[in-house]
């Protein structure tokens, strides 16, 4: 699998994180489950932009060969 591959599935796993953080929330009201899958979905977004956002030299971690 390339980066391309797993960025992807992250960013789905995110948003479906997101949308049934809501459904449950809407639910339920305000659970544990709810804030954990929350935190889960932030933390995915935030390795997402960790990959994706260029450093100084001007490429993403994301853009570089493996060694």
């Known amino acids: 699998m390339d980066s391309g591959t ?3 599935i992250l960013m789905l796993t995110a948003i479906v994180m997101l949308l049934g953080a809501v459904y449950l929330w809407r ?3 305000t659970s544990k489950q ?3 899958m929350l ?3 932030i933390v995915l977004l935030a390795n ?3 990959w994706v956002v260029p450093s100084v030299n001007g ?3 994301a853009q570089q060969e493996l060694k």
């Open 48 to 50: 997402v932009a960790i």
């Open 27 to 29: 639910q339920r009201g």
């Open 34 to 36: 709810v804030w954990l």
């Open 59 to 61: 490429t993403a971690p």
């Open 39 to 41: 935190v889960l979905a």
């Open 6 to 8: 797993v960025l992807s």
